[in-house]
């Protein structure tokens, strides 16, 4: 039934696979590398239309990269959010300098290179046969096997026994189109999916696989963001915090605000563990201990998405043309 199973996928992933993804038209591993690092936590449609041509524009070789500098990096990586990603895909480049291992341990061995992605760069670029564990690969195998819970180790160990060992390219690219085209997370078509042969979840309701999380309550946290300036010039900060480090940002405060500051409005960011309710306020005229920009060079420097609001208010309050932003 497997075999069965295997060529019938084959054959879906024939007719319905998206072949024309730019990284399945290559085997270069720092393209596919890339391509697997931007599309964790993000959807194929953004990566395609927004972040992955530009970023090859500017860094068109792994060698490339590792000699840019990382504020390059993360300008290039502005607005695809979690940044560690960008700062480790630096880190990986520079300690491979001219081209990426070939073993999945070596590859692991490096920064922000998971299990899964390993895999991926050794099966799409090396034609390596081991299976890969993305969100939509473990969501088929919750259901094929009929698990509604299963830790990290108890899934690859699923995931090697549904494997297809002889063709792991395809296997791994259906598996993946299957998951985001046939078995989604709130919607199934179990009647045109290749293992509908031997998927337990079909004998019950397939949605039922996994087990829902309960969902958390997205805490929110308040800031003051304070735009100080001093003849045409802003006051920015680079982040050391874990969260948006490298980044730079106008001054945040939870303190009481200082006499004479200027209200320019308020903004909410959304990010994927907090949302982010701030006030903006303007202060002229400050000798804040901060790194003075002009409004041009801050056009170079990777600023938060909180922080692209803050600076349209600036902009809007002050009717600054567009272009100069």
């Given at each position: 039934m497997l075999k069965i199973a295997h060529i019938n996928l084959q054959k879906w992933y024939k007719n319905n696979g998206r072949h024309e993804l730019p990284w399945r038209l290559t085997n270069d591993p720092y393209k596919v590398w890339l391509s697997e690092v931007m599309l964790q936590q993000t959807q194929v449609k953004t990566v395609l239309e927004r972040f992955y041509f530009p970023f090859l524009e500017t860094f068109a070789t792994l060698e490339i990269l590792a000699s840019a500098t990382e504020d390059e990096v993360l300008k290039k990586w502005e607005g695809l959010g979690y940044y560690t990603r960008a700062r480790?895909?630096?880190?990986?480049?520079?300690?491979?300098?001219?081209?990426?291992?070939?073993?999945?341990?070596?590859?692991?061995?490096?920064?922000?290179?998971?299990?899964?992605?390993?895999?991926?760069?050794?099966?799409?670029?090396y034609h390596t046969p081991v299976p890969i564990l993305d969100a939509n690969v473990k969501r088929i195998l919750y259901r094929v096997f009929g698990v509604t819970s299963a830790n990290e180790k108890q899934l690859w160990e699923l995931a090697y026994k549904l494997f297809d060992v002889e063709h792991p390219y395809e296997y791994n690219q259906a598996m993946m189109d299957l998951g985001s085209m046939v078995c989604e997370s709130k919607q199934t078509a179990c009647e045109v999916c290749p293992?509908?042969?031997?998927?337990?979840?079909?004998?019950?309701?397939?949605?039922?696989?996994?087990?829902?999380?309960?969902?958390?309550?997205?805490?929110?946290?308040?800031?003051?963001?304070?735009?100080?300036?001093?003849?045409?010039?802003?006051?920015?900060?680079?982040?050391?915090?874990?969260?948006?480090?490298?980044?730079?940002?106008?001054?945040?405060?939870?303190?009481?605000?200082?006499?004479?500051?200027?209200?320019?409005?308020?903004?909410?960011?959304?990010?994927?563990?907090?949302?982010?309710?701030?006030?903006?306020?303007?202060?002229?005229?400050?000798?804040?201990?901060?790194?003075?920009?002009?409004?041009?060079?801050?056009?170079?420097?990777?600023?938060?998405?909180?922080?692209?609001?803050?600076?349209?208010?600036?902009?809007?309050?002050?009717?600054?043309?567009?272009?100069?932003?």
């Open positions: 480790n895909l630096h880190k990986t480049a520079k300690l491979s300098q001219k081209e990426l291992p070939k073993t999945v341990s070596e590859l692991i061995a490096l920064p922000g290179i998971g299990r899964s992605t390993a895999h991926a760069i050794a099966a799409f670029s293992f509908q042969g031997i998927c337990k979840a079909t004998l019950d309701d397939p949605l039922l696989y996994p087990t829902k999380k309960a969902k958390k309550v997205v805490p929110i946290r308040s800031k003051n963001i304070i735009i100080f300036t001093d003849k045409k010039r802003l006051a920015l900060q680079q982040r050391e915090t874990r969260f948006l480090n490298g980044l730079w940002g106008f001054v945040e405060e939870d303190k009481t605000l200082q006499i004479g500051m200027k209200q320019l409005g308020s903004i909410v960011q959304k990010y994927s563990h907090f949302h982010l309710h701030a006030d903006v306020y303007h202060l002229e005229n400050s000798a804040h201990e901060s790194q003075w920009f002009s409004l041009e060079e801050i056009t170079d420097l990777a600023l938060s998405g909180a922080d692209h609001k803050a600076l349209a208010l600036f902009v809007k309050e002050h009717k600054i043309s567009h272009s100069m932003v």
